[in-house]
């Protein structure tokens, strides 16, 4: 695909079908991501993986009911309730893997340098077919020193992009994009 035929059709999947991602397809994704742009060349980011469709629906429903407890804490408000109240709703979208970029270093631009590897990472992924979704519900519960603990991410990295992917059972359309606000000067 070019380019900006990418940028169009990068579109966030919430419904996967049932095939599974291997290693190799992963590994080219994280490859992308890594050639991302970052300030001074640090290069901050680390990839978590998480392949096994059971443990993330495990982790969904986790994640799911430790939002519902601590909605206020987690930064969202009320309006989040009505989404994680259906009992239906899995976090992680029955997504077949993660990848979880986290910022290893609390230095400046580290966050933003794992957001832009993160976008890497999901243009590559529409290149070559497969879905992607950023969750940023899942952060807060992510960023637990217990599930950190449990993940194997350690306790001084930050996550910072949860990004589901899997091969969409279909591209959803487009919402359109606002013109641009620009300040000549």
Known sequence: ?????????????RDYTDSPLGRPAIERLICAATLAPSAMNRQPWAFAVLLDRQRIDEYADRARKWLLENLAAAGHDE?????????????FYRAPA???????????????????AAQNLMLAARDQGIGSCWIGFARPWLNLPSTKEELGIPGKYQVVAPIVLGYPRSWPETHGRKHAEIHWI
């Open 1 to 13: 695909m070019e380019l900006m035929d990418v940028l169009k059709n990068r579109r966030a999947v």
């Open 79 to 91: 309006g989040a309730r009505d989404i994680l109240d259906q009992p239906e709703y899995s976090i």
């Open 98 to 116: 993660i990848v979880i970029v986290a910022a290893q270093s609390q230095a400046s631009q580290a966050a933003e340098d794992c957001c832009l």
